[in-house]
T-cell receptor, first 109, second 114 residues
Framework: SQKIEQNSEALNIQEGKTATLTCNYT??????LQWYRQDPGRGPVFLLL?????KEKRKERLKVTFDTTLKQSLFHITASQPADSATYLC????????FGAGTRLTVKP | EADIYQTPRYLVIGTGKKITLECSQT?????MYWYQQDPGMELHLIHY???????EKGDLSSESTVSRIRTEHFPLTLESARPSHTSQYLC?????????????FGSGTQLSVL
């Protein structure tokens, strides 16, 4: 069956450190992969997109990698800040958009 | 800033009632989606649409219907609400741009069925 799996447990890190979140998928062949941020009670907000032929994408303090052989994407937030605390979702681009359950990140001052 | 609106923001109703959740976007996007999300859980795709007069079923489509008569409007209807329908419902839209399909989400409708 098709699955999108993210770190099931919450991630707690100290301010200034790098947060690394994982997204693994099975039985999908996505043309691209996206990362979204979701705050409590709100809809997700788009952050980054990486295509199947791209290895790495950066935007300010964010970095995404995409390994189609491993069927995995890593999402990094460098120099993390308390304001980065949120749930981060990965989504696969196929005919429709499928989301993982997300990883809840808490950055402590 | 995304211009996609959902109403109502919160809704409490009794079992057996028919309800319609509204979703409108002013961005001229062709593609629209409905997702259901329980706290701390993944988004489940309910229905989606490629454009006017197009509707497609997702994973949780059996207990609801949608229509797409106008580009900007994509309402979701539950014919007979049950307590199991208690959840947050998120509407989203995107422009059909090949591999750059970014979704813009509304703020959601929190539905409670008593």
């Amino acid at each position: 069956s098709q699955k999108i799996e993210q770190n099931s447990e919450a991630l707690n890190i100290q301010e200034g450190k790098t947060a690394t979140l994982t997204c693994n998928y099975t039985n999908y062949s996505p043309a691209y992969l996206q990362w979204y941020r979701q705050d409590p009670g709100r809809g997700p907000v788009f952050l980054l997109l990486i295509r199947e032929n791209e290895k790495e994408k950066r935007k300010e303090r964010l970095k995404v990698t995409f390994d189609t052989t491993l069927k995995q994407s890593l999402f990094h937030i460098t120099a993390s800040q308390p304001a980065d605390s949120a749930t981060y979702l990965c989504a696969l681009g196929t005919n429709d958009m499928r989301f993982g359950a997300g990883t809840r990140l808490t950055v402590k001052p | 800033e995304a211009d996609i609106y959902q109403t109502p923001r919160y809704l409490v109703i009794g079992t057996g009632k028919k309800i319609t959740l509204e979703c409108s976007q002013t961005m001229g996007h062709d593609k629209m989606y409905w997702y259901q999300q329980d706290p701390g859980m993944e988004l489940h795709l309910i229905h989606y649409s490629y454009g006017v007069n197009s509707t497609e079923k997702g994973d949780l489509s059996s207990e609801s219907t949608v229509s797409r008569i106008r580009t900007e409007h994509f309402p979701l209807t539950l014919e007979s609400a049950r307590p199991s329908h208690t959840s947050q419902y998120l509407c989203a839209s995107s422009a059909l741009q090949g591999a750059d399909e970014k979704l813009f989400f509304g703020s959601g409708t929190q539905l409670s069925v008593l």
